[in-house]
């Protein structure tokens, strides 16, 4: 069975600066997606980056980066300059690759930035 | 592009009423994907629906079902409410090619309060 841990359960960092967010998974399958979204107190999921296990070169999207180390079998998220609006819950997902597979999520990190 | 909405946004019902929660996906895309949050459970999923068929279910009990209509959209259903069914829930769109690129996108939720 697949499986996401997310080890932080909450993090701070000063505006402007950079942060990571971790994530490990795991899985037997070589064919997977792995998935990040922010979920502000609003409630509502953003679909912020996608890697894709195949994928040679690690995703960005604006300030946001994705640190994939295949063999570790972590997808570290990197906000880069950070914002008092990245003030959100963070999740980590993964699909695997065989057919209609749902989508498992982490427990999320909280991450507060700080003015 | 209008995103994922859901209906009703905030729901008060009370133990042993039966409560129905709407989700429109985005236009084009074909899969449905229901979720319940809790904070002691996290992001659980409930099922998946393509072209008006369940593809997925996750561990829920039987008071829990679904359906999608033939223009996408898609319903849950939820009997004989109890007070743990107390959650965010959250419904998720994507084209349902079934890969593992798949992206989901989500609507803002549906927060059900149950006295």
């Known amino acids: 069975a697949q499986k996401i841990t997310q080890t932080q359960p909450g993090m701070f960092v000063q505006e402007k600066e950079a942060v990571t967010l971790d994530c490990t998974y795991d899985?037997?399958?070589?064919?997977?997606?792995l998935f990040w979204y922010k979920q502000p107190s609003s409630g509502e999921m953003i679909f912020l980056i996608y890697?894709?296990?195949?994928?040679?070169q690690n995703a960005t999207e604006g300030r946001y980066s994705l640190n994939f180390q295949k063999a570790r079998k972590s997808a570290n998220l990197v906000i880069s300059a950070s914002q008092l609006g990245d003030s959100a819950m963070y999740f980590c997902?993964?699909?695997?690759?065989?057919?209609?597979?749902?989508?498992?999520f982490g427990a999320g990190t909280r991450l507060t930035v700080k003015p | 592009k209008a995103g994922v909405t859901q209906t009703p946004r905030y729901l008060i019902k009370t133990r042993g009423q039966q409560v129905t929660l709407s989700c429109s996906p985005i236009?084009?895309?074909?899969?449905v994907s229901w979720y319940q949050q809790t904070p002691g459970q996290g992001l659980q999923f409930l099922f998946e629906?393509?072209?008006?068929?369940?593809?997925n279910k996750g561990n829920f009990p039987g008071r829990f079902s679904g359906r999608q209509f033939s223009n996408s959209r898609s319903e849950m259903n939820v009997s004989t409410l109890e007070l743990g069914d107390s959650a965010l829930y959250l419904c998720?769109?994507?084209f349902g090619t079934g890969g593992f690129a798949d992206t989901q996108y989500f609507g803002p939720g549906t927060r059900l309060t149950v006295l």
């Open positions: 998720a769109s994507s």
């Open positions: 899985t037997s399958d070589q064919s997977y997606g």
């Open positions: 890697q894709g296990s195949y994928d040679e």
């Open positions: 997902a993964m699909r695997e690759g065989h057919n209609n597979n749902d989508m498992r």
């Open positions: 236009s084009g895309h074909r899969s």
């Open positions: 629906y393509f072209s008006e068929t369940q593809r």
